[in-house]
C-alpha cells in the first residue's frame, strides 16, 4: 500500500527564540515531517519584525528585519508570503514556538490577554479549522490557536500564568512536559510544550516527532 | 556501565545558508549528540559577518552583522567566543557547513585555492588535531580541515572542481552522498556532505547521526 503523501504548511515568525521562530522546535517541525515521508512548505508574513533583540545581552538593537527574510534563512529559502498560502493546499498546519510568534504574528508578547492576532495568521488557522484539517501548535504557538479559535484544549507546559488567561476565555489547559503532546481530538489541535519549559534538544524532538505523528493520524 | 559523557565543541559561522551556518546542519549537530547523551558547548568567532545575504533575491544588503551574535540565535544564547575555546575542555570538534564557513571563518568563497583561515579557527582545528582528538566537519568545512592539515581524507559530495583543489595541496577526496560519512582513521576525521549535494532534511540528519556516532567511537 503506497502512503498518501500530505502536504504540511509551517507558519514561521522570524529566525531566533528571543525575536523570531524558534531555531530548533522549527528544524526539528521540519524533519519530522520529512522523515515521515510527507511534504512541507514554510510561510512567513511579510511584515517587519516588532524587534530585534542582542542574544547575548538581552538588548534591543536599533535595527530593522523582515520577518519573511529572516524566517527565509530558516528555510533555505524555500518559503512563500503568508499571504499566498491557501488552505485548499494543504492537509495540516504546523506552527512552531518562539518570541516571534508572540511579538511578530500576534501581540501576545506586549499585550497579553487583551492581544490581537495578524490578520493573515487568523485568517489561514480559521480556514484550516472550518475546513475541518489538523492544526500543530508549539511551544508559546497555541495562544494564537486559543485566541482565535476559542474553547480548544491546549498545553502551554506548566505556565499557569498563561493557562489562566486562556481558561478565562473558554479554553482547557492541561499541563505536560517537553517530550509530550496535549491532542484536542474534537477540534483537531495537537500541542506540545517544547522549550516552553527548561528542555533538552533531545526532549522537545520527541515532542514534535509525537505531535506530527498524531497531525497525520488527524487527518 | 554508566557512559563516559564526552564533551563536543561546535563551532558555528553565523546563521543562515547563504551568509552563515547551515542552520539545520547546526540544529541536527546538536541534536544528535544530545542523543546520544552527550555535551555540547557552541563557540563563535566574534567578528564581522563578511556579507549578509537576502534570502530571497540572493543580493548583498547594506547590514552588518556579527558571527558570535548571530551563531547565538542557533544556540539559543548559549554560547562564547571562540577565543575563550581551550582544546583541553573538549573531546570533540564539530564544524557544520554553510556559507558562513567559506566567508567568515576562512577565505575560501572568496579566494578559492588562495584561502586563508581566521587564526582562531585555524589554532582550534590545530589544537584539537595535535592533541590526537576527533574532528567532524559538513557540508564545506572540510574546506578548513584539508587546508590547515593537509593530508587528510575528506568529502565534498560530488563536487569535483573543490576536490580538485585540495588534492592538489595533498588531501584525498571520496565521493559520498547525504546519508553517508567518510572516516579519515589515522587522523581522527570524520566528514559528511549534506548540503553540498541537493538532500533531503531527513537524510542529512542521518550522515550527521553516522557522524557522531563515528566519532565517539574515535575518542
Known sequence: MSQKIL?????????????????????????????????YQCFAPDVP??????????????????????????ARSKIKPLSDFSKDDFDILVLPGGSGVAYNLCTFGLDGDRMTVLPQVEASVRAMHEAGKPI??????????A????????????DEKIN????????????????SIVIDHENKIVTTPCYMLDARISEISEGIDKLVQELIKLV
Chains 1, 2 share one sequence.
Do not use: Y
Request: with cysteine; proline share 1%; aromatic share 4%.
Open 49 to 74: 519584525q516588532a524587534r530585534v533583540l542582542n542574544f547575548l545581552t538581552n538588548e534591543e538593537m536599533k535595527e530593522k528585519r523582515n520577518v519573511l527574510l529572516e524566517s527565509a534563512r530558516i
Open 136 to 145: 500543530g501548535a508549539l511551544c508559546i504557538s497555541p495562544v494564537i490557536i
Open 7 to 39: 502536504h504540511f504548511a509551517v507558519i514561521l515568525a522570524g529566525c531566533g527564540n528571543k525575536d523570531g521562530a524558534e531555531i530548533h522546535e522549527s528544524v526539528l517541525t521540519l524533519l519530522s515531517i520529512d522523515r515521515a515521508g510527507h511534504q
Open 164 to 179: 489562566a488567561i486562556f481558561q478565562k476565555s473558554g479554553s482547557k489547559t492541561t499541563n505536560a512536559d517537553a517530550r
Open 147 to 158: 485566541h482565535v479559535l476559542k474553547k480548544v484544549t491546549v498545553t502551554f507546559g506548566k
